[in-house]
Structure formats: C-alpha cells, structure tokens
C-alpha cells in the first residue's frame, strides 16, 4: 500500500485537500471524498467523456488523471457553475434547447462547452463539434447539444 499524501486543490472556486493513496484517480477523490458527484464514471479508459472536469482552463477525463497531477490546481466541475440559484448560461441553453436526456454525459459536455467558451467565445460549428468530440451522448445525438453551445455564444448552430 502507498503512503498516504495529503492533495490541494481549489475547486470551483473553494480551497480543498484531501489525504489520499497517491494511486487515486481526479474522479475517485471528487466523488469519494470530496462529495462532487457531477462528474460520472462511464467507461473507466478517457473515451466517454462522462467524468470531464477543467483543470486549470482545460478539460481532462479525471477518470485517467491520478489526483496528486492535479495537486495545487484550479478545477471547475458542474456544481461550480451556478451561482445564486441562478443557472450557468450553458446549463440553461441546454435545457431551452432540450439537450438534456437522461442527463448522464450532459456535466461533461457542458464543461467542454464552456471550456471552448472561456477561450473562443464565437466558435463555429465545426470548433464546437470538436471541443465536444471526446464526450459521447447515447440519447440526443450531438444536434441539439451543439444548438445549445452555440445559443449560449447568442450565435444559431
């Protein structure tokens, strides 16, 4: 077994440390021991996309990043988004555009969105359908889920 370190983190804006087995992963120490479960775990090997969280402005699969990587990182989940009770402009496009289904990758392709956002913020469709294209959707396609990214920039997909 490991030794035990202790792991910092500011997320959503917060300080947050955790003391864990340096083997851990980003979304078992999310989940487990911090309580931040908008991030899923889908396929385990980075393909879905369903555990994508931003780490210092960029988007990883934190079921592949080990937690000491991101020690001392700025991280933004999904429950870092509203404020307020007021919902994040891309959350509340989602909905208006019915991207939402069963609502299992929708954290992570919100979190790509807004990645994309946070550094073009007038993308393309062909731009958006990148930034998405390491999350999978297994209900809506990507049509209205791109429809939604591109409302939030007040653009039409």
Do not use: W
């Amino acid at each position: 077994m490991a030794e035990k370190r202790t792991v910092r983190y500011t997320i959503n804006g917060r300080s947050h440390e955790a003391y864990i087995e340096p083997n851990r992963t980003l979304l078992e120490v999310l989940r487990d021991e911090l309580r931040l479960t908008g991030a899923k775990e889908g396929c385990g090997t980075g393909d879905c996309g369903a555990c994508s969280v931003i780490v210092n402005g960029k988007v990883v699969t934190s079921c592949l990043m080990l937690a000491p990587q991101a020690d001392g990182a700025e991280l933004i989940t999904i429950e870092g988004l509203a404020h307020g009770g007021e919902l994040h402009p891309l959350q509340q496009t989602f909905i208006e555009k019915g991207a939402v289904q069963c609502g299992f990758c929708i954290p992570g392709m919100i979190l790509a969105g807004k990645a994309l956002l946070d550094s073009n913020p007038k993308p393309n469709e062909h731009e958006i359908r990148q930034a998405i294209a390491g999350n999978l959707c297994r209900c809506t396609g990507y049509t209205k889920i791109v429809e939604a990214i591109a409302a939030a920039t007040g653009g039409v997909a």
